[in-house]
């Protein structure tokens, strides 16, 4: 057969037209490309443990098939639903998924309760886990797919119906929200917080092809700013199996336009795409697999064959109409993934279709392929499967063979199509690569989808910001999950496509940073590289510590995380400070230089500057030591790292005080220069000597020692005396015959003591006038023993410089007031231990992170307390939001699995009366507590279950999950909630409902009294 005239006709602006003969020309669709749905994230659960996108296209590229015998651990029990003269000596084939991946679902992970989760049907429980999946590799965080967010599902399977109310069954409400086919995506809904429409569509074996259809639609009118659309289907019950074998479709093998074609064979899974405009795609920075240029449905209406036959007729307009709709000429078409279900009539009609509209020649066949060889007919989840392989096909640039084809039936060969045998590079056909996916249904209802290449992002839609391409090679990249044991997974899946991400290290961290979730089990890894980065995820994998991995931890529920910033004194300067944070962070090198300018207006000591070289003297040293605080606090904050209180150390309070708002910038550098002056004044006069000492226990020392002074109380066991040098030497000296820990301070001017009074004095007059404040952030102040700093002016500054320094006390109230971290801001970290001390005697709610304590370069040291603010609790502002996605695997599912527990009968036989009363009562209350929204307590046995805050479906849950422990709270009304609806009520109803048996010899009238108790006091309710 020759090929026919080509339909349609050139239309303005390059446009054709083309529609079936006879009819007349739609109007062309003028949707700007900007507004077509982009297809951005691709979720798969699937036979063969296809469970990714990546997975899928090693499937369709190798040319395997899954098909084979349903697996004998679910082939036993399916049997048994056919009809005795229907049960086959061996298993039907399928496409089918392991008993496993058909039972595993991670409830905890949703917040849905056991008793919901064990009503719901595997395909709900493939919906919800595969939408999530679908998300994080679209890299759409379960917020960001809140509100304007529309679900999609295609599916004709029944099976969960018949599973449900099969007769015999004893279904109840938390059934009909497990098994209704309306309702497969409502869990999805319910845990992204959905606003859009959820609906499922089922026009049979084209029903997720038609979701995409509506989907496009709404998303193109701005219904919606996201779509989900999943498609669905299982084969758990042969029954439907039987019915089509009985109509001669179904086959050993699927073979699509095979000359040995002669059916299909059934499959089940669930694939899930994510859409999204293509604007909004390409701003944020997402990896865009194909664009959805158009789609269209129709139906084969009067069908002259009947019931199930298609019409070649119908699906010619289809496809003449979708594509001229949407602009796109058929001849740019390079690929279309046909419904290609493996039987005769329907090969022969659906290429008589094609070749009706594309118009293809011998020497230029069209490239028709299909999936149903690979993974079976997925039915009404079929369309979805194609488009996610047409989409995958459209990114890779390459046709995947199609599994199940050898050789083209003889009928087909004059129709001007090739089916590849191996995966084959894309046909040039000039204009980018273009891509048809159809799926009919067995009702006559038809649907088309057209894919096409995206378009290069223009000039103004580069998604990699200008900051990102001068960032440093050090990244934080966090990761996390619900529980300890999926962290670990995911961090082992994470370790392999880390170190071999093409993007880079730095395109991981955002998007590990940006487009993941933040779960509770909390870890994060510093690396400068992709293999180091890949060590650190492989000890997190196999709980090992690291040096690049910060976690992992968990963050308390409902505890939020409180950030202190602690700023070291004297002793915190180290060599070279600010160097590599100048050097690596815009940030710190903006703040520091800010900071140098007021320095350098109060006339800072010229040395002062570490990028220049080291500073000279002491008072050069506090000077460099403040600056390197400021910028290294403002650092932090560019992370959005705020503090909520902050602690100073003697010269770290200049620093602290500016940070919580009490002086400018321009007046903190004041301080600090006229300050650092005054003690280098006193260099020469005295000195420091650091105790292991307690406060009370320096103070007896201090009785034969006068002239000195207590100085500084850090801590349970650490203390600093003051004063001449002289006497500290003999302090020191009585100290080493008692083996009590000591050091003398180098360089330390007698501080805290009565050698600086004068100093403090002058210190004062200095300041007189300078403006000053209350701090707005709270400042437990270590010169008023952790009061509350009043206003910090001269005054307070004069008497700063001579009173004691009492970190210990100001510590011990900033952490008092709840869970904290506390992180000291000093380039050599001096307060890390004391801090440790006091959070451990006073048993305190929080942990320290001292970056300037670990070997590394400061930069990567900084990075680590970033690290420690996320794993503690506290999400930081993640650099480079836009920067191109990086393909990370999904989230590792923790699908533990509950040995069954014998009944509560059994578990109460052998149990006195008391006993077992006080059993039943305490099982109600963990019952009610697990769905509670808050606390529930012994004192709570009395409260109404709605004062605790049990919704109607959680009673509904309730009442599920106690028909679960037992046979006789199964049957109808033999535990009504809502007639009990209190903890002690539940406890008496269930004592009714299972009383104690009977004893040899005689009754029980412990018991009876005991029942006899309980209706009274139900009556006297």
């Not at 086959?251 to 002669?262: I, Q, S």
């Not at 992992?552 to 004194?569: D, K, T, Y």
């Not at 207006?601 to 040293?621: K, V």
């Not at 320096?698 to 207590?710: K, V």
């Amino acid at each position: 057969m020759g090929a026919p005239p080509r339909p349609g006709s050139p239309a303005p602006h390059g446009e054709v037209r083309v529609t079936a003969p006879g009819d007349q020309a739609p109007r062309a669709a003028r949707t700007p490309i900007g507004d077509r749905a982009a297809v951005v994230g691709i979720g798969c659960r699937l036979p063969g443990v296809v469970n990714s996108p990546a997975a899928l296209w090693e499937l369709l590229t190798s040319g395997r098939s899954t098909i084979g015998p349903v697996p004998e651990d679910r082939w036993s029990a399916m049997a048994e639903l056919l009809h005795e003269e229907d049960r086959p000596g061996r298993a039907w084939p399928a496409a089918a998924l392991g008993a496993d991946e058909v039972s595993a679902f991670d409830n905890g992970f949703f917040g849905i309760d056991p008793a919901t989760a064990e009503a719901m049907h595997p395909l709900h429980r493939w919906v919800a886990e595969t939408g999530v999946e679908a998300l994080q590799d679209a890299g759409i965080t379960a917020a960001e797919a809140a509100d304007r967010t529309g679900i999609y599902t295609g599916s004709a399977a029944v099976d969960s119906a018949v599973d449900g109310f099969a007769p015999g069954r004893r279904p109840g409400l938390l059934t009909v929200g497990g098994t209704g086919a309306g309702m497969l995506a409502t869990q999805l809904a319910r845990f992204l917080d959905a606003r859009g429409p959820v609906t499922t569509i089922d026009t049979a074996c084209s029903s997720s092809l038609t979701a995409i259809h509506y989907a496009r639609r709404d998303l193109e009118a701005g219904d919606i700013d996201i779509a989900i659309v999943a498609g669905v289907n299982s084969v758990t019950s042969p029954v439907p199996t039987r019915a089509f074998a009985d109509g001669g479709v179904i086959a050993d093998e699927c073979r699509p336009f095979d000359a040995k074609a002669d059916g299909y064979v059934r499959g089940e899974g669930a694939v899930v795409v994510v859409l999204r405009r293509l604007d909004d795609a390409r701003s944020r920075g997402d990896r865009v697999y194909a664009v959805v240029a158009g789609s269209a449905v129709n139906s084969d209406g009067r069908s002259p064959q009947g019931l199930g036959a298609p019409s070649a007729e119908a699906q010619a307009r289809l496809l003449a109409d979708c594509y001229a709709r949407a602009g796109v000429d058929p001849a740019v078409v390079g690929y279309v993934h046909a419904h290609g279900t493996g039987t005769r009539a329907g090969d022969r009609i659906e290429a008589q279709a094609l070749h009706r509209v594309f118009a293809r020649s011998p020497e230029d066949p069209l490239v028709v392929g299909s999936s149903k060889g690979a993974l079976g007919h997925q039915e009404g989840g079929a369309g979805v499967v194609g488009l996610a392989a047409a989409a995958l096909a459209v990114h890779h640039g390459r046709i995947p063979s199609t599994a199940g084809h050898a050789n083209l039936r003889p009928a087909l060969q004059r129709m001007a199509i090739r089916v590849p045998t191996e995966t084959t590079a894309w046909p040039e056909r000039g204009a980018g690569r273009v891509a048809g996916v159809s799926s009919f249904g067995f009702g006559g209802s038809n649907a088309h989808a057209i894919l096409t290449q995206p378009p290069e992002p223009g000039p103004g839609s580069a998604a990699e910001p200008a900051a990102a391409q001068r960032a440093p090679a050090t990244q934080v990249v966090p990761i996390s999950a619900h529980t300890p044991e999926s962290l670990a997974a995911t961090a082992a899946d994470w370790a392999d496509a880390v170190e071999s991400a093409p993007a880079g290290l730095r395109a991981v961290a955002a998007t590990a940073g940006h487009r993941r979730d933040h779960h509770s089990h909390r870890a994060a890894v510093v690396a400068a590289t992709p293999a180091e980065a890949g060590r650190a995820l492989r000890a997190l994998a196999s709980g090992q510590a690291h040096p690049a991995l910060a976690g992992p931890r968990q963050v308390p529920p409902r505890e939020p995380l409180r950030l202190v910033f602690a700023f070291g004194g004297h002793g915190a300067q180290r060599s070279a400070m600010g160097r590599v944070l100048a050097q690596r962070s815009p940030a710190f090198a903006a703040a520091l230089e800010e900071v140098g300018a007021c320095l350098d207006a109060w006339g800072a000591d010229p040395s002062w500057n570490p990028l220049a070289g080291e500073p000279a003297g002491y008072a050069a040293t506090q000077q460099a030591v403040f600056a390197f605080q400021v910028a290294a606090a403002r650092t932090l904050g560019s992370w959005g790292l705020i503090p909520d209180a902050v602690v100073g150390h003697s010269l770290g309070e200049v620093a602290a005080a500016h940070i919580a708002g009490a002086l400018t910038l321009e007046a903190a550098a004041r301080v600090v220069v006229t300050r650092s002056r005054m003690l280098e004044e006193v260099v020469d006069d005295g000195a420091m000597l650091a105790t292991g000492l307690s406060a009370s226990e320096a103070r007896m020392r201090l009785a034969d020692h006068p002239e000195l002074d207590l100085a500084v109380h850090n801590g349970p066991r650490a203390t600093v005396v003051s004063g001449p040098t002289g006497a500290l030497q003999r302090l020191a000296r009585e100290l080493q015959a008692q083996e009590v820990w000591h050091r003398l301070l180098p360089d330390a001017p007698p501080a805290h003591s009565r050698l600086v009074a004068d100093g403090a004095k002058r210190l004062g007059a200095a300041l007189e006038g300078m403006e000053a404040g209350a701090p707005t952030t709270a400042l437990a102040s270590t010169a008023l023993r952790g009061a509350p700093a009043p206003v910090m002016d001269a005054g307070y500054w004069a008497a700063q410089l001579r009173d004691p320094v009492d970190l210990h006390a100001a510590l011990a109230r900033t952490a008092h007031a709840g869970r904290c971290l506390i992180v000291e801001i000093s380039p050599n970290a001096t307060l890390a231990t004391p801090i440790t001390q006091t959070i451990t005697q006073h048993a305190l709610p929080a942990a320290v992170s001292a970056p300037g304590a670990l070997e590394t370069d400061e930069h990567t040291a900084l990075l680590h307390a970033v690290a420690d603010c996320y794993t503690h609790g506290r999400i930081p502002d993640w650099p480079d939001r836009g920067h191109p996605h990086a393909p990370l695997p999904p989230l590792r599912w923790h699908r533990a699995t509950a040995e069954a527990a014998p009944s509560l009968r059994a578990q109460l036989a052998g149990l006195g009366a008391a006993e077992r009363r006080d059993r039943l009562e305490r099982l109600a209350r963990t019952l009610v507590a697990d769905l509670a929204p808050g606390p529930v307590g012994p004192e709570d046995h009395d409260t109404d279950l709605g004062d605790l805050g049990l919704t109607s479906h959680a009673r509904l849950a309730l009442r599920a999950r106690l028909a679960g422990l037992d046979p006789e709270l199964a049957r109808p009304g033999a535990l009504d909630v809502e007639h009990s609806p209190t903890i002690a009520g539940l406890g008496r109803a269930l004592a009714t409902v299972l009383p104690a048996p009977e004893p040899p010899g005689g009754e029980d009238r412990g018991d009876r009294g005991l029942a006899e108790a309980d209706r009274s006091a139900a009556a006297g309710r």
